[in-house]
């Protein structure tokens, strides 16, 4: 199917959100500037004043979205493109301003995670309905965050009660014999907060792969199975866990934790592996103490644990686990009006255990940074660089820096460069064969330039940016193994905009990559995987007690291979959904998904949902 019509369609509707600008009302809700994000700069910062482009999907806008996972919530958004290899609970990779799924660094309430093995994240194993926001920061943040921090980052923030103790309900029905319940409570007061959730689902899913695989000349792709030999449906369950609370002893020192764990087992198609029970846990603290207005140090610690156990016809082959230690201990200093110095020290302890026998399975990383932040009347500023020294590679600096100017009431424009860079993953230097500990670091420069309209009723935001990558990482057939022996560069630009007209909340966003392999024999392709053109818009509107909304998807066609020889086409599709409250606590959700019913692939030779249908019954007097 061609894209032309859907991604058409999308652009004008968000044109159509800037020309309504004039005739929209004001709603503070929904065109809140005040939300305050701490990602992009380790520190409290607003949306309003980020100097690097940040989007934040708070609770209600979860809620309301009634998505299924942190993968269906992101999707289309700017500057994302996803793949996935056959819906729920699949492996799901993330790309963030074209650069690779790997370059995106991923925190859960401060702590990172993500497989030191594989340099992925389980995207699709977060539970959606213990996540209270997620702040996407757009372009390069090694000079804070360190290693894997090229394209961006993402944090998501688990639920934080408030307000009196309450209980909260949630059944789930929907297709491919899909259900799912959840339980909790928590509550808030002066002193402190806590709260607690479980959450059960299960699906029997689609048929996730057809596979292609010649016995003969030993090709294929996909999950390299004879084509169509495995129709069956390829089931998903998962049982998450989430506890946290937090202490204030006083007006200065307060104490905080939190727990997740998710167990989940998956069947998926394949010939060497069809089964896996995985484990996804994140435990993390904070301590913090702010002795006056302007001082705050907090140290900050947690682990964050990946398992996976795989079997082929209930035969176990397998295990790979890994835990990432990491521990942060940052003072942020008022120095003068308007005037923030952040200094701060990292540690991170990769180890690696399971059948697999790898040459190193530990290593660690020490990290010093500062940051520097001031205003000056309608100009802002910011740096900060940083140092790693790492047990693998040694010392590697990275820095960044951005300027903002407003300008007639409601303008800003802003411009920032930054250099980031990506470790190799433990797979990459170790697997036995198939690792080469010769590897360097993947590099990155990244130079941003963004215009942005703040109105009362009307924001949008436009962004461009140009990132060229050094060593990346491939297989290199000189010597069979992984090596340093691309380069890529990265350009593109990203428009978002949301309004309230006539009492429809809009929202919009529409962005462009254009990638290019700089190196080797592939030199002039395009990188694998990453959609051209992609766009999303959501239209809510209550009346009432009942609400309904939709979300529009449509992304370009993209090369499935570094070869450019396997094409995948464009896609559009459209949700709809409904919403009515009986009381202020008791409410029923509705959603068809991909209504149309199309036929698409974001990964070769994986399918993806059809038309699906969900109802929600949530009982939850706190919200």
């Not at 100097?51 to 934040?56: I, Q, R």
């Not at 959450?199 to 689609?206: A, E, K, L, N, W």
């Not at 978002?496 to 962005?511: E, R």
């Not at 395009?526 to 053109?533: D, P, S, W």
């Amino acid at each position: 199917m061609s894209l032309r019509s859907p991604i058409t369609v999308l652009a004008a509707a968000c044109a159509l959100v800037a020309s309504a600008s004039a005739h929209a009302q004001v709603n503070d809700a929904a065109t809140n500037l005040d939300e305050v994000v701490v990602t992009s700069n380790r520190t409290a910062v607003s949306v309003n004043d980020a100097l690097t482009p940040v989007e934040v999907i708070d609770s209600e806008q979860i809620r309301t979205s009634q998505a299924r996972s942190l993968p269906d919530l992101l999707r289309g958004r700017a500057g994302i493109s996803m793949g996935n290899q056959g819906g729920p609970g699949k492996l799901t990779t993330l790309f963030l301003r074209g650069t690779e799924s790997d370059h995106v660094l991923l925190l859960v309430d401060g702590i990172r995670i993500g497989s030191p093995t594989s340099g992925l994240a389980s995207l699709q194993d977060l539970p959606i309905e213990m996540i209270d926001r997620v702040e996407i920061v757009r372009g390069p943040r090694s000079s804070l965050y360190g290693a894997d921090a090229i394209g961006g980052v993402i944090q998501v923030f688990t639920r934080r009660d408030r307000g009196s103790f309450a209980p909260r309900v949630r059944l789930d029905v929907g297709s491919n014999d899909t259900q799912g319940f959840g339980v909790g409570f928590g509550g808030s007061n002066d002193r402190g907060w806590f709260g607690a959730d479980f959450q059960h689902t299960r699906t029997d899913g689609i048929n996730a792969c057809y596979g292609l695989f010649d016995p003969v000349t030993f090709e294929g792709g996909g999950c390299f199975i004879a084509r169509d030999s495995q129709p069956d449906h390829d089931g998903y369950e998962k049982d998450a866990l989430s506890l946290r609370g937090g202490f204030n002893f006083n007006e200065q020192w307060s104490l905080e934790g939190h727990a997740l764990r998710n167990e989940g087992d998956n069947e998926f198609d394949g010939d060497f592996t069809d089964r896996s029970e995985t484990v996804q846990q994140v435990i993390g603290g904070k301590l913090r103490w702010r002795p006056s207005e302007r001082v705050d140090l907090h140290l900050t610690a947690g682990r964050n644990k990946d398992e996976s156990d795989n079997f082929l016809d209930d035969v176990f082959l397998d295990t790979f686990s890994t835990n990432r230690d990491s521990a942060t201990l940052q003072g942020d200093f008022g120095i003068a009006q308007d005037q923030l110095l952040t200094v701060g020290l990292d540690w991170l302890r990769d180890e690696v255990s399971g059948t697999t026998d790898y040459a190193e399975s530990e290593r660690d990383n020490k990290a010093a940074f500062v940051q520097y932040q001031g205003k000056f009347n309608t100009q802002s500023l910011e740096a900060s660089v940083r140092n790693d020294d790492n047990q693998q590679f040694g010392n590697h600096t990275t820095g960044s820096a951005a300027w903002g100017l407003g300008f007639a009431e409601y303008w800003r424009v802003t411009a920032g460069y930054g250099t980031a860079f990506k470790a190799p993953t433990f797979n990459e230097l170790y697997f036995p064969f198939f690792g080469n500990p010769n590897l360097d670091p993947e590099e990155s420069k990244t130079w941003e330039l963004g215009l942005a309209f703040r109105g009362e009723t009307f924001n949008a935001h436009l962004d461009t940016f140009s990132t060229d990558v050094d060593d990346l990482i491939a297989f290199d057939i000189s010597v069979n193994l992984p090596n340093n022996v691309d380069k890529a560069r990265i350009r593109g630009a990203e428009l978002s905009a949301d309004t309230v007209l006539a009492d429809w909340t809009i929202a919009g966003a529409i962005s462009y990559v254009d990638t290019e392999n700089r190196s080797g024999f592939f030199e002039g392709n395009e990188l694998a995987r990453r959609a051209k053109n992609s766009a999303r818009l959501d239209v809510d509107r209550a009346f009432g007690a009942f609400r309904v909304g939709l979300t529009a998807v449509g992304e370009g066609s993209r090369y499935d291979d570094v070869a450019n020889s396997r094409r995948l086409g464009g896609y559009g599709t459209l949700d709809l959904r409904a919403e009515y409250a009986f009381t202020s606590a008791l409410s029923l959700q509705a959603r068809v998904a991909n209504v149309f019913d199309r036929d698409y692939e974001t990964v070769a030779f994986y399918n993806q949902p059809g038309r699906e249908w969900y109802l929600t019954l949530r009982y939850a007097p706190a919200e």
